[in-house]
């Protein structure tokens, strides 16, 4: 059974506006949260992160928010760039494991339109 | 720097053969680990290793060794391939942990004939 699930397998938006990436968790251990982008024949690399004790984090034109009693994240691009055509990951680390293991979604393929 | 490097980037196997993933890293990271990415299934950690000698066991474990004799290389064994073994395998390194950002390789195509 999947602790961490993107429900969205594919998401298209016009360039300019806002995408919005969802991920739900059941894992109530959980408490540091990811997102990791990765283009076709790359590895995948990191792009936000968001610890249990806060509810938003933003960096330029992502935020991630976190709403925990619905064990659930998203992911706000704004805007939405062509370059951002991705699969996005988010990915979740338990404090049981002492931050040694992640356990990923399974992907949201985002194309942006120009 | 290279940053993290894998070797081969494709391999096809037959059924029973054995194989060795290379990963290396050139960042003095701590934290190496090695996932492999299913369609849908996102990816899933096979084996991680926070310092030289120290290994542990991921969400699949099943079928693959690692060892850690270096900060630098964190080698992934398949002992028996077989065809449920067909993915595209990542290595990663960080600081110390997941919750450092993680750096990944290129990947490996691995098809299991």
């Known amino acids: 059974d999947q602790q961490v699930k993107q429900n969205s397998p594919s998401l298209s938006v016009q360039e300019g506006r806002i995408s919005i990436l969802n991920c739900d968790y059941t894992?109530?251990?959980?408490?540091?949260f990811l997102w990791y982008k990765k283009y076709p024949a790359e590895g995948p690399t990191f792009l936000i992160s968001?610890?249990?004790?806060?509810d938003k984090n933003e960096d330029g034109r992502f935020t991630v928010f976190l709403n925990k009693s619905a064990k659930h994240l998203s992911l706000h691009i704004v805007p939405s760039q062509p370059g951002d055509s991705a699969v996005y990951f988010c990915?979740?680390?338990?404090?049981?494991?002492?931050?040694?293991?992640?356990?990923f979604g399974g992907g949201t393929r985002l194309m942006v339109k120009p | 720097n290279a940053g993290v490097t894998q070797t081969p980037k494709f391999q096809v196997l037959k059924t029973g053969q054995s194989m060795t993933l290379q990963c290396a890293q050139d960042?003095?990271?701590?934290?190496m680990s090695w996932y492999r990415q299913d369609p849908g299934m996102g990816l899933r950690l096979i084996h991680y290793?926070?310092?030289?000698?120290?290994?542990d066991q991921g969400e699949v474990p099943n079928g693959y060794n690692v060892s850690r004799s270096t900060t630098e290389d964190f080698p992934l064994r398949l002992l028996s391939a077989a065809p449920s073994q067909t993915s595209v395998y990542f290595c990663?390194?960080?600081?110390?942990?997941?919750?450092?950002?993680?750096?990944f390789g290129p990947g490996t195509r691995l098809t299991v004939l």
């Open positions: 990663a390194s960080s600081r110390s942990g997941v919750t450092d950002t993680q750096y």
């Open positions: 894992n109530s251990m959980f408490d540091y």
């Open positions: 968001i610890s249990s004790i806060k």
């Open positions: 990915a979740a680390s338990a404090y049981n494991n002492a931050g040694n293991m992640l356990t």
């Open positions: 960042m003095n990271h701590e934290y």
């Open positions: 290793s926070v310092g030289a000698g120290i290994t």
